[in-house]
């Protein structure tokens, strides 16, 4: 566990060359555990820190205007399956920004996030979510079965007991953002559904 707690630091790094070397090396595996419960927080650790890595890859063409300027937002549509693990990044910084986590209800109140993980809670809005989410410069990010052929951006799920990610290109070019070549050739390419 002290080594898992320590990769994650390492993580959590701001230096994008180096988040790119331990986001590669946590695509390794996670740690055995024999408890489910410490697996899953495991799990969901390694997955907030892909999230924060993303961003490091990624330059929004335009951020919206609010109150809240100087904040970098994280958000969570539906269930939390992360708990206290995302909360960690609370202490950290994007593109000079203090992160923020907020936890959603609804699509409709995302106007200032930069990121939004669309829970598995939602596959049956998931259209609906993603219909709201048009037009916007808005990274999305999810980690359930087809959820990047119906439309995120970004897929996080489990091979051979390791985190890997799907990019849907056609997502990609729909949000234009700029997503760094290097990023998106770790990850398995994939198009909408037709």
């Not at 995302?86 to 930069?114: T, Y």
């Not at 729909?174 to 997503?179: A, G, H, P, V, Y």
Request: aromatic share 10%.
């Amino acid at each position: 566990m002290k080594k898992f707690k320590n990769a994650i630091n390492h993580v959590l790094q701001k230096s994008w060359v180096c988040g790119l070397i331990v986001m590669l090396a946590l695509t390794a595996g996670l740690a055995p555990s024999s408890h489910a419960v410490e697996r899953q927080s495991e799990e969901y650790a390694v997955k907030a820190a892909f999230i924060y890595n993303f961003a490091e890859f990624i330059t929004w063409p335009d951020w919206p205007s609010s109150d809240n300027a100087d904040a970098f937002e994280i958000c969570i549509i539906g269930s939390d399956p992360f708990r206290s693990a995302i909360d960690a990044l609370k202490h950290e910084s994007i593109k000079g920004k203090k992160v923020q986590i907020k936890r959603l209800n609804s699509a409709g109140s995302f106007s200032h996030c930069q990121i939004v993980y669309i829970s598995s809670s939602e596959q049956n809005r998931l259209d609906q979510i993603l219909a709201t989410l048009q037009g916007y410069n808005i990274l999305t990010v999810a980690d359930s079965a087809d959820f990047a052929k119906s439309g995120v951006i970004f897929n996080l799920y489990l091979e051979d007991n390791k985190v890997r990610f799907e990019v849907n290109i056609d997502a990609v070019k729909r949000s234009e953002l700029n997503i760094s070549s290097k990023l998106l050739r770790l990850g398995r390419i994939v198009h909408d559904r037709e």
